[in-house]
């Protein structure tokens, strides 16, 4: 079956600390990966992508991730996050057949002061 | 350039109503896509149309529910006799002609009393 896992499903963590969040996903999903992040009652804003090349991908807001095709992983990471970092974060992956994303549950970024 | 449209941005249906939900795809974007979250959940694929077509609608609950992508005007996704495990948001998504990238619209939440 097509699954993305995300490991965690809240992440607490104190300002300017780093952050990791974990992603997996499934062999039968295209190596297209997303990860999209989602503040309260708003839509999805994309993070970052990976869709071929360099397996680091660098993103907005300092965020970058990396693909590991041996572990099928997409993890995101921040050196040193943001009380504005408080939010959703989704990791996503284009199904086999190119046509809709799968998505993870969710892992939720609580920064505390 | 505006971004993906959705409206309304809030809904409110009594059991056995109809809920019509609109999404306007960015501009020179022809494929549309309507995903649904589930409070505390992840985002699931719904339906994937064309202009005038309906590529896949793998997600679609087999009953009430209905969509379409005319040739003018924007995306309308109907539910019909709506129960309140119908109160979710609905996530509308476009993208352009081998785009892998997928634009989302701020969706709209519905409550179902």
């Known amino acids: 079956a097509q699954s993305v896992t995300q490991l965690d499903s809240q992440v607490p963590v104190f300002e300017e600390a780093p952050v990791e969040l974990r992603c997996n996903y499934s062999?039968?999903?295209?190596?297209?990966l997303f990860w999209y992040v989602q503040y309260p009652n708003q839509g999805l804003q994309l993070l970052l992508k990976y869709l071929s090349g360099s397996t680091l991908v660098k993103g907005i807001n300092g965020f970058e991730a990396e693909f590991n095709k041996s572990q099928t992983s997409f993890h995101l990471r921040k050196p040193s996050v943001h009380i504005s970092d408080t939010a959703e974060y989704f990791c996503?992956?284009?199904?086999?057949?190119?046509?809709?994303?799968?998505f993870g549950a969710g892992t939720r970024l609580a920064v505390h002061p | 350039n505006a971004g993906v449209m959705q409206n309304p941005r809030h809904l409110v249906r009594r059991r056995g109503q109809e809920a019509r939900l609109r999404c306007s795809p960015m501009k020179g974007h022809s494929h549309v896509y309507w995903y649904r979250q589930l409070p505390e959940e992840g985002l699931k694929f719904m339906v994937y149309l064309q202009k005038e077509n309906i590529i896949d609608e793998s997600g679609m609950p087999k009953e009430r529910f209905s969509a379409e992508f005319p040739k003018e005007g924007p995306s309308i996704l109907r539910i019909q006799q709506v129960v309140r495990g119908d109160s979710a948001a609905y996530f509308c998504a476009s993208s352009g002609t081998g785009n892998n990238e997928q634009f989302f619209g701020p969706g709209t939440r519905l409550t179902v009393l």
């Open positions: 996503a992956a284009l199904s086999g057949g190119y046509n809709k994303l799968i």
């Open positions: 062999s039968s999903v295209s190596v297209y």
